[in-house]
């Protein structure tokens, strides 16, 4: 499995945006999908994840109400809505997938930069 984030940038506090992770190979291996985020100088914490269906959502409490992860299972891509965001949102994003024999897999990362 292959997983490939867009979508990261700068944008001004308040503001939104929008991840995507597109996911290739073996996919009918997942069985739910998640994206993690790592501050400099701080340990890679979960943000938000979604099993294969779609049907349960968990979110980290500090993003509660302002981001929305889902999935588009027929284009094999996950997203992570993010509006209002915060200074304290900067982060590397990761796009991560486990599966059934609880194997994960990573994506390369895409850089979200909030300004004050």
């Known amino acids: 499995v292959q997983l490939v984030e867009s979508g990261g940038g700068l944008v001004q506090a308040g503001g939104s945006l929008r991840l995507s992770c597109a996911a290739s190979?073996?996919?009918?291996?997942?069985?739910?999908m998640g994206w993690y985020r790592q501050a400099p100088g701080k340990q890679r914490e979960l943000v938000a994840a979604?099993?294969?269906?779609?049907?349960?959502?968990n979110y980290v409490d500090s993003v509660k109400g302002r981001f929305t992860i889902s999935r588009d299972n027929a284009k094999n891509t996950m997203y992570l809505q993010m509006n209002s965001l915060k200074p304290e949102d900067t982060a590397v994003y990761y796009c991560?997938?486990?599966?059934?024999?609880?194997?994960?897999?990573w994506g390369k990362g895409t850089l979200v930069t909030v300004s004050s």
């Open positions: 991560n997938a486990w599966s059934l024999s609880g194997i994960d897999y």
């Open positions: 190979g073996s996919t009918f291996r997942i069985k739910g």
């Open positions: 979604i099993t294969n269906g779609g049907g349960s959502t």
